[in-house]
């Protein structure tokens, strides 16, 4: 090779030189494309694993988002564990309230009973005779007891009567009484029935078939489709009062609103059902809620109901709620809770900038937390917002920003 090399004029020596130059070149450019995709797909199989994680959370883990800053310099590290990364230094700061520390309740004793409950007594007498001896005093001892609801016929009985003369035994029109106003009309079930069965399944969730399987064990013998039927007619009569129920919650000028898919049978094919959705509408001011059933997410269903609302609308960041935000009258407002869900979710991924997020979240708790032990007014969790939340919120919102810029896209701080 040297030889070769040594027998070469210039020319063809730096005709050599180029063409190894290219070459090398050609190979960089390579290494530099195949290092893109290895990084690429890093990136891909890093998202691939943080879906999979969410859903195996989702799953089977904790529901809880509970997090707890690791920067104790007292708490041990087991041998195996990996070193975690160096955390920018972080800006000490000095609690300027003290937390008020509840007294410890003393037990109460034996539970009181309410005095609105009937009471019977019973009198337990000695079994010795006691007729030459002198009562000196008693002891009550009280037993929560439960009379077994039982059912019954309450039969109306209408006496006819008509006008007859003495003289001529003349027949005159008959009179009889009318029969009072019935929650069902021509039904066999009482209000107080009624009540029972709406109680049982839509405050203590009894499904129709086991009220069914309790009626049979007192030998009433009813069907799904006449508990159904009931519930239907129950429903009807309670339009009015939810009808109020809305105007009232609808007339409040802040809203928290979100829905909830729920799995409704399907009357045409047995045995399936097809995803309905609540959309839940919370007044925080009157502490009242509105439950409004749609078939399906579209904003066809909260648009005919919020299309006369005004006022502040808190919703989580489902795209259909950024159409209210165009509506003059509305103001939106996002959710904390859900805003700082990413960060916790992003932990195990970049626990750097995920945790300094989070403390950031639980500077802003506190300052709610402490407004509620102060219990101060409206007007004094206004100020203390803006004197000790708003610093934090702008200084949240520039880091934000600027790490947003500076994270892999795709990324779980940048999805």
Not at 89 to 112: D, F, M, N, S, W
Not at 393 to 405: A, F, Q, R
Request: proline letters at 6%.
């Amino acid at each position: 090779m040297s030889e070769a090399l040594e027998n070469m004029t210039k020319e063809q020596l730096l005709e050599k030189y180029k063409l190894q130059e290219a070459i090398i070149e050609e190979r960089e450019v390579a290494l530099e494309e195949n290092q893109a995709t290895i990084d690429k797909m890093q990136a891909q199989i890093s998202q691939m694993q943080f879906q999979i994680d969410q859903m195996n959370r989702l799953l089977y883990g904790a529901k809880r988002e509970r997090f707890i800053s690791n920067d104790d310099e007292n708490q041990l590290s087991l041998p195996f564990e990996v070193p975690q990364e160096e955390a920018p230094e972080k800006e000490q700061e000095v609690i300027t309230y003290v937390r008020e520390k509840k007294k410890r309740k003393e037990h109460p004793g034996r539970l009181a009973l309410p005095s609105h409950l009937p009471v019977e007594e019973i009198i337990l007498e000695p079994e010795e005779d006691t007729s030459n001896m002198k009562c000196i005093g008693k002891e009550v001892t009280d037993q929560l007891e439960l009379v077994p609801a039982k059912l019954f016929i309450r039969r109306f009985i209408r006496p006819k009567y008509i006008a007859v003369t003495d003289k001529t035994q003349e027949q005159h029109r008959g009179v009889i009484a009318e029969l009072p106003v019935f929650p069902i009309e021509k039904g066999i079930a009482g209000p107080g029935l009624l009540a029972q069965i709406m109680v049982d399944k839509f405050v203590d969730h009894l499904p129709v078939y086991r009220q069914i399987e309790r009626f049979k064990r007192e030998q009433i013998q009813l069907s799904s489709s006449t508990l159904n039927g009931w519930q239907e007619s129950v429903c009807n009569l309670l339009e009015p009062l939810y009808d109020t129920l809305k105007h009232r919650v609808l007339s409040q000028g802040y809203l928290q609103v979100d829905e909830t898919p729920i799995a409704v049978l399907d009357k045409n094919k047995k045995g399936k059902t097809h995803r309905g959705y609540h959309w839940i509408y919370h007044s925080p001011l009157e502490k009242t809620v509105l439950f409004d059933y749609n078939t399906g997410r579209s904003r066809e269903g909260p648009g005919k109901l919020l299309k006369d609302f005004k006022g502040y609308l808190q919703t989580d960041g489902y795209n259909v709620y950024d159409l209210f935000a165009r509506e003059k009258d509305i103001t939106p407002v996002n959710c904390m809770a859900h805003a700082r869900r990413g960060f916790e979710k992003a932990l195990p991924y970049d626990k750097k900038h995920a945790e300094y997020a989070m403390e950031m979240f639980q500077k802003l708790y506190a300052i709610e937390q402490k407004a509620r032990e102060q219990d101060l007014s409206p007007q004094q969790r206004h100020t203390l917002r803006l004197d000790e939340a708003l610093p934090v919120m702008n200084k949240l919102g520039k880091w934000i920003v600027e790490t947003y810029k500076t994270s892999e896209p795709k990324s779980p701080l940048n999805p």
